[in-house]
């Protein structure tokens, strides 16, 4: 799916003390990142803001990767 990201707010850090995020994008959806992903230590960097990303999810529906569109593989997928 394709979306952008209005607002990141911080979580606690899992058990195993890696970063969380809840990520609201500007369609209105809300969803957290997975717990203990790499994507929690890259969500803040530049380069997702104010930019359309590929979301890719878990089963659960948990945030695992981010791809900006057009960019890479996954970008190609979305039908």
Do not use: C, W
């Not at 952008?4 to 899992?14: D, G, Y």
């Not at 997975?34 to 969500?43: E, L």
């Not at 380069?47 to 990767?65: F, K, M, N, Q």
């Not at 981010?66 to 979305?78: F, I, K």
């Amino acid at each position: 799916m394709i979306k952008t990201i209005a607002k990141l707010e911080r979580l606690r850090l899992s058990v195993n003390g890696n970063p969380r995020f809840r990520v609201t994008f500007t369609d209105g959806a809300v969803m957290q990142t997975q717990t203990d992903a790499m994507i929690g230590y890259s969500i803040e960097n530049l380069e997702y803001r104010d930019v359309p990303l590929h979301v890719s999810t878990s089963h659960a529906g948990r945030i695992t990767d981010l791809v900006p569109a057009g960019h890479g593989e996954a970008a190609h997928t979305e039908a």
